[in-house]
């Protein structure tokens, strides 16, 4: 099976999130990027499917500035990512999710495919919109929050569930599509040292930026807002959990108001 | 922009499902009585997309066909685009469920819009649309400004309030499949398994959300959270000690690698508070803690705590929410 997998650099978790200057975005300076989380579980899936069905490739595409890409690229090639292509962006463009599903798509379609994985949605916009647009961007189906994905080589047929507000469905479907991920590992394989090392040798291949379709709709951050710190929680003081659970009940009903 | 909006509709139960009630709720208040234009697509659509007209939209477009039971979203962004073109939208909303995050993300290609997901307030000024939308698991908001000439939003569940009823008498104009390409039928959805009836709230869905961590010590104790939740009518949530552990499926898992959750109170029980199970819940409005460390950090995120020995507090508080309630 032919498999790419598409991959995005996105602010730790752990990072401290300020405003840039002009109000208008997350300030990168001194930001550490790191592979998205339902990405790296991509990626993992990716590796666990080429290594239940023999023959299989596993390419991996991203797109954006130097150097967190080449980083999040060299990441799954360590981990054991066959070949990586690299989208790159015109200086000074703001990423909006369906440009880069576009930058995306003239990444795979550089590469013969079957399957496209990708992570449900990145943890810094949250959109969730990749999936869906590649899929329409290569006219394949697409399919998002999906758990369980397996291959049925008696029927040539992907077989899944989708875990959606209905419940959870169980699906299958045939070749070529986009599967977008919201299985999580909690414990991806990591990267050995001596394929970390051989990753930083290897070549990415690149391709070049391309503006948008004239006609297209896009989106612009204009402001980027930090809520007011919260300033700890108020500690109930008691004498018996009785009394805690009434005083409790009393707080959410009368001042935060959030009682059923 | 012609300033007519599509709301795409989605049903629960046999009627209009209560996302799409807070969709009509906005397009009336951006496009006006007369700028609304509802959609419906689905078995027997016919008869809910007559809904529509109780909550004030008079036109509708309904595709009533047995083949959309499953379809996939690029059959339904097949079928919008063309509903939105014969009307002259320039706006397409849905409910922010996972219906309408994929519809709106094959239109921003096949109907070149601006797209934006988890919106929490649309303002259009002149021509300008903007949303404003939660990032970073609920550590910031952004304001996205659409450009071009076609937008699609999908709004976040709960956050803006239904359309009352205002009925007006409707006319539903009938829309074929037969344009949709034949590949895109090739998929099958086998089975849904419906969550049981009774059985609460769904996570994403949930307006109070109780969930437990390592503090609850056993699987054999996790019946304590879930009587809590029950007594508060509220979705069972687990932080990954507790889903790596086994005591309860991943499926309960809020935070990074989970669920991320954002319902009006959310009480955590027995969780320390970890970065990754903080970004799937600190942008819920109320939250409350309790735990036997007072210097765990879910503290610094809570509006309420209590430091106490849980299985002496929450069976008690358990019993007064149900005294309070009246169950």
Known sequence: MEIVVCVKPVPDAETRLRSSPDGTTLDIEAVKFVLAGYDESAVEQALLLKESIPGSKVRVVSVGPPPRTEEVLRASLALGCDLATWVETAPGVAPDPVSTARALARGVATLPYDLVLCGKQAGDDEAGVVGGALGELLSVPDFSAVLDLRWDPATSRLRFQRSTEAGVEKWEAPLPCVVALQQAWNDPRTAKLPAILKSRKMTIGKVPPEPAPASSGSTRSTKFELPPARTGAKLIDYKTPEEAAQKLVKLLKEEAKVFP | ?327
Do not use: C
């Open chain 2, 1 to 327: 922009m012609t300033g007519i909006t599509l709301v795409v509709g989605e049903l629960h139960d046999g009627n209009l499902s209560d996302a799409t009630r807070e969709v009509v709720g906005v397009a009336l208040q951006l496009s006006g009585k007369e700028g609304v234009v509802g959609f419906l697509a689905g078995t027997s659509a016919r008869s809910p997309a007559a809904g529509f007209g109780r909550l004030g939209v008079a036109r509708s477009i309904v595709v009533d066909d047995v083949r959309l039971d499953g379809a996939v979203s690029a059959v339904v962004a097949h079928l919008v685009v063309q509903a939105a073109d014969s009307v002259g939208a320039d706006l397409v909303l849905v409910g922010g469920t996972t219906f309408g995050r994929d519809l709106v993300a094959r239109l921003g290609v096949r109907w070149n819009a601006a797209v934006a997901t988890e919106a929490t307030a649309l303002t259009r000024t002149g021509t300008t649309l903007e949303v404003r939308r939660p990032i970073f698991g609920g550590r910031a908001t952004e304001t996205r400004r659409m450009e071009g000439g076609h937008a699609a939003v999908a709004l976040r569940p709960h956050a803006f309030p239904p359309a009352s009823e205002s009925p007006v008498p409707a006319t539903l104009t009938p829309l074929s499949i037969a344009g949709v390409p034949e590949a895109f039928w090739a998929p099958k959805r086998l089975s849904v398994e419906v969550a049981p009836r009774g059985a609460g709230p769904t996570l994403g869905d949930a307006s109070i959300v109780v969930s437990g961590g390592r503090g609850v010590r056993s699987a054999e104790n996790f019946p304590l959270v879930e009587e809590l939740a029950a007594s508060l009518g509220a979705a069972v949530g687990a932080s990954r000690a507790v889903t790596d552990a086994g005591w309860r499926p991943a499926s309960y898992q809020v935070g990074q690698t989970g669920k991320a959750v954002s319902p009006q109170l959310y009480v955590a029980v027995g969780i320390s508070g970890a970065i990754q199970h903080l970004v799937g819940m600190v942008s819920s409005r109320v939250i409350v803690a309790i735990n036997s460390d007072a210097s765990a950090p879910i503290f610094k995120v809570a509006d309420y705590g209590i430091v106490g020995d849980l299985f002496q507090i929450v069976p008690a508080l358990t019993n007064e929410i149900k005294r309070a309630r009246g169950l």
